[in-house]
């Protein structure tokens, strides 16, 4: 399986800041890569899919970038409810996919 | 839209098999990728495998391979998830997702608590 290894596992930071997170891949995963954000006792959000494409309702503070092997997930401005556990999903159609560890965004 | 329901809550012994049901409803079933994903408690999300109800081809991680089975049945549209000899490190919250290139759809989650 692919390994997927995302940073920082956790993450300070204040109402208003610019928050960046990072995934690596073990190996090529062109653009198959999708961010979820997951609230305490609820299921995961996707919030970006094919590493860039913002899902429908989600604010446009949240962005994604990358192909290949390095892929980031960038909060422009960071909001109250911003404040989550995020996740990355490699998606490589010839393997079995594969989530990150997790960052967990707190104030 | 796509509403997704699971089954309810389960406990069960080591070495004994357990079945989670997400029950889909609206939308066409088979346009959707469906995977299951399980998160123990305090941990982090684990994908299991998926199905792709049109093409009826299914993957598993390589931890589940061998002791899970996905399947779809698209007369009650329905997705299942099945996972043998349970032991301890199995507890957690299983749930069942729905996507296409655009749509991304969760089931509530299935608590399966492993014990003796």
């Known amino acids: 399986d692919i390994q997927m290894t995302q940073s920082p596992s956790s993450l300070s930071a204040s109402v208003g800041d610019r928050v960046t997170i990072t995934c690596r891949a073990s190996q090529g995963i062109r653009n198959d890569l999708n961010w979820y954000q997951q609230k305490p006792g609820k299921a995961p959000k996707r919030l970006i899919y094919?590493?860039?494409s913002l899902q429908s309702g989600v604010p446009t503070r949240f962005s994604g970038s990358g192909s290949g092997t390095e892929f980031t997930l960038t909060i422009s401005s960071l909001q109250p409810e911003d404040f989550a556990t995020y996740y990355c999903?490699?998606?490589?159609?010839?393997?079995?996919?594969?989530f990150g560890q997790g960052t967990k965004l707190e104030t | 839209q796509v509403q997704l329901v699971q089954s309810g809550a389960e406990v069960k012994k080591p070495g004994s098999s357990v079945k989670v049901s997400c029950k889909a409803s609206g939308g066409t079933f088979s346009s959707y990728i469906i995977s299951w994903v399980r998160q123990a408690p305090g941990q982090g999300l684990e994908w299991m495998g998926r199905i792709i109800p049109v093409l009826g081809t299914v993957n598993y991680g390589q931890k589940f391979q061998g002791r899970v089975t996905i399947t779809a049945d698209k007369s009650t549209t329905t997705a299942y998830m099945e996972m043998s000899s349970l032991r301890s490190e199995d507890t957690a919250v299983y749930f069942c997702n729905f996507e296409s290139i655009s749509l991304d759809f969760w089931g509530q989650g299935t608590v399966v608590t492993v014990s003796s």
């Open positions: 999903l490699q998606q490589n159609g010839n393997f079995a996919y594969s």
């Open positions: 094919a590493a860039s």
